[in-house]
């Protein structure tokens, strides 16, 4: 079985730019989130997606979004870069139901200059 | 009272040695508590993972200890190898239907041949 799977891997963008990063769930998994990591504030989370359905996000500005598409396959968006968000974008996978194993990709590393 | 302290920062042990990791919560809604192990350059890895209604689980090598009403869990990793050298993360959650993981500070360990 497939892990979650994250892309694109390593990406530099210009501050104010926007960036989309894609996360394909483990097959059958029907929830994905998303983490931030930084060295400075660690691991936080974004939002998660159930079913195509925010269920719940985390403290983070309006310019960070996301969506789910049918496949259980999800995107997350940053508009206008800052510097300080270059960081480890993370997407987990779970069944979303009663069991709560959750699983990780590798990340996508954004660099913002 | 969303927080996850963890501790130490960093540790250092000698092969075969017993580390320990501690991790104490505020939120009594917790109920699900994994450890992820992150290698550089990788996405946490799920090691493993306790409920509070059992004291301790053991997997391999590794066991959580559970402290229900000292709000407290702790990661020992027995006979510790250089290959378990990582950054270790203890995390909290609840079994309602969003997942949202949050995660302590992180540990790094250094494992001496």
């Known amino acids: 079985k497939a892990g979650v799977t994250q892309t694109p891997r390593y990406l530099i963008k210009t501050r104010g730019q926007q960036v989309t990063l894609s996360c394909s769930p483990i097959?059958?998994?029907?929830?994905v989130s998303w983490y931030q990591q930084t060295p400075g504030q660690g691991l936080q989370f974004l939002f998660e997606y159930f079913s195509e359905t925010q269920r719940n996000k985390g403290n983070f500005p309006g310019r960070f979004s996301g969506r789910q598409f049918s496949n259980s396959r999800s995107e997350m968006n940053v508009s206008t870069l800052e510097l300080g968000d270059s960081a480890l974008y993370l997407c987990?996978?779970?069944?979303?139901?009663?069991?709560?194993?959750?699983?990780f990709g590798e990340g996508s590393w954004l660099t913002v200059v | 009272q969303q927080q996850v302290k963890q501790s130490p920062q960093s540790l250092i042990v000698q092969k075969g040695g017993i580390p320990i990791i501690n991790c104490a919560y505020e939120?009594?809604?917790?109920?699900?508590f994994p450890w992820y192990q992150q290698f550089p350059g990788k996405g946490p890895a799920l090691l493993i993972a306790i409920r509070p209604d059992v004291s301790e689980k053991k997997e391999g090598r590794f066991t959580i200890s559970f402290n229900k009403s000292a709000k407290q869990f702790s990661l020992h990793i027995m006979d510790s190898q250089p290959g378990d050298s990582a950054t270790y993360f203890c995390?909290?959650?609840?079994?309602?239907?969003?997942?949202?993981?949050?995660f302590g500070s992180g540990t790094q360990l250094t494992v001496l041949p």
């Open positions: 097959s059958g998994h029907r929830s």
């Open positions: 987990a996978s779970s069944d979303g139901g009663s069991g709560n194993t959750i699983y």
């Open positions: 939120n009594t809604a917790f109920d699900y």
């Open positions: 995390a909290a959650t609840t079994s309602g239907s969003a997942r949202q993981l949050t």
